[in-house]
């Protein structure tokens, strides 16, 4: 074969058997992984924008114990859920301008399994710091001690159902150009009960209450996503593609 | 493959229509492709040919009609369908953060064809040996397109859609991607394809012009 020159002559047939889906499943892992992280700056963005509001927050309110305290799982939870539902905003579009996104749906996988593994290691790289950096933003907000193990559990469960219903509205804003408003008030009310439950278990647990059933409801959002999201996600990418 | 005198066609298109933006793009399109048929799709700009691709690739719905693989209605049979076809658009698919070995790995590992050394060599084979780690947005555009072609170096897919192969190729890539096009029809494969050159010089080409029938519709 030619070095230099291009001549497109085709590889010998070497008969290679269809690979299962869950091998496919894994390659779009790793592929995901590398993608995900060679774009650092995203990965980093909702992590600052995390860290900032909890940051700032004392110092345009009042440094006081008296006055932090109570807040400081509303502030961690809105904090953290907005920077999620930012990092959602871009999930699909840049496959969806490449056209890797419609090479997905041709693949002859499914759909909604390529899309879980985006998801996951989306999940994995943005959400899983944030969850990990919250417990010392929660110690600058006075977070009592025995909240912190109910503020990681919460926002471990939280984060998943956030990033399945988020996930929902990006494959559904993708083909809508810088979206980031419509997506907002479409996945925006889903976050409402997980806001709700979440912030409860922990002000239960500060109170000295039992947080268990507040994380139950959470545990089961986020089981709910897990089995409605995937099918949802798929549906909304055949739409947006369709338009295209 | 069978017997050359009976082979069944692999795509059968029947009563195709489609519209977009309430434009009728083409309308009771029938359409048999065998094995070995080599497809182009000609019309002037706006006249459907990728939205006939597009169509039978299932990205986009057609109005009415049906498209069938092997026989059965598509929509039943989307996996073996698929898993049959290399579509290839305007779009390349090429992840710009990746390099070309990453790219081409993803596709790869769709087909169950793994072998390191196999890929490096469909890289060398579209004239990108060197080129094999650099992330896709340093290579240029026609770089990038070998890259997706690439693909077609290695896959075992009977069916080929491209939505202008060409475009970006320089002369010499040109020649060399119309050879492969009918090594591949002469391997008992089939390509429908769309593109303004003439290629007039491939045996066994087949030509369907649109347009034709919604004439009236186009300046």
């Known amino acids: ?244 | 493959m069978s017997e050359s005198a009976s082979k069944p066609p692999l795509l059968t298109v029947r009563q195709l229509d489609c519209e977009r933006d309430e434009r009728q793009l083409f309308s009771s399109l029938d359409l048999d492709i065998y094995p070995g048929d080599l497809l182009q799709l000609e019309g002037p700009n706006g006249a459907g040919k990728t939205s006939l691709l597009r169509v039978l690739a299932g990205l986009l719905p057609a109005s009415s009609g049906e498209v069938f693989w092997q026989g059965e209605p598509v929509k039943q049979v989307s996996d073996d369908y698929y898993r049959s076809l290399v579509f290839i658009g305007h779009l390349a698919g090429i992840k710009p953060e990746l390099t070309p070995l990453e790219n081409l790995r993803w596709y790869a590992a769709l087909e169950g064809f793994t072998q390191e050394e196999d890929l490096e060599k469909a890289l060398v084979g579209v004239g990108l040996s060197g080129f094999e780690d650099q992330p896709c947005h340093q290579l240029s555009a026609g770089q990038k397109r070998r890259v997706a072609l690439a693909r077609l170096l290695f896959t075992q897919r009977p069916l080929w859609l491209l939505d202008e192969p060409f475009t970006a190729l320089d002369k010499e890539g040109v020649a060399a991607m119309e050879a492969l096009l009918v090594a591949h029809v002469a391997d008992g494969g089939a390509i429908i394809l769309t593109s303004h050159h003439a290629l007039e010089n491939l045996p066994g080409l087949k030509k369907l012009r649109l347009g034709k029938l919604a004439g009236d519709n186009h300046e």
């Open chain 1, 1 to 244: 074969m030619n070095k230099t020159a291009a001549t497109f002559c085709r590889l010998k047939a070497k008969k290679s058997n269809l690979p299962s889906q869950g091998s496919v499943f894994l390659a779009a892992l790793a592929r995901e992984g590398r993608l995900q992280v060679r774009r650092r700056g995203d990965l980093l963005n909702p992590l600052v924008f995390f860290a900032l509001v909890v940051v700032l927050f004392p110092l345009g309110i009042s440094p006081t114990e008296e006055i932090l305290a109570p807040v400081a799982p509303g502030v961690l939870w809105v904090a953290a859920l907005l920077a999620v539902l930012m990092s959602l905003d871009a999930l699909f579009r840049p496959d969806l301008m490449d056209g890797s996104l419609e090479q997905q749906q041709l693949s002859g996988y499914s759909l909604a399994a390529l899309a879980m593994a985006k998801l996951a290691v989306h999940w994995l790289l943005t959400s899983l710091p944030l969850i990990l950096l919250s417990p010392f933003l929660g110690i600058m907000l006075y977070l009592p001690w025995e909240a912190q193990g109910v503020l990681l559990l919460s926002l471990l469960l939280g984060s998943l159902a956030l990033s399945l219903v988020g996930g929902i509205g990006a494959a559904l804003t993708a083909g809508l150009g810088k979206s980031g408003v419509l997506m907002t008030l479409l996945v925006l009310p889903f976050y409402i009960p997980v806001l709700i439950f979440g912030t409860g278990a922990m002000q239960t647990a500060i109170s000295g209450g039992n947080a268990l059933p507040h994380l139950a409801l959470l545990g089961a959002l986020a089981a709910l996503a897990l089995t409605l999201a995937p099918w949802a996600i798929a549906a909304g990418l055949r739409i947006t593609l369709s338009g295209e």
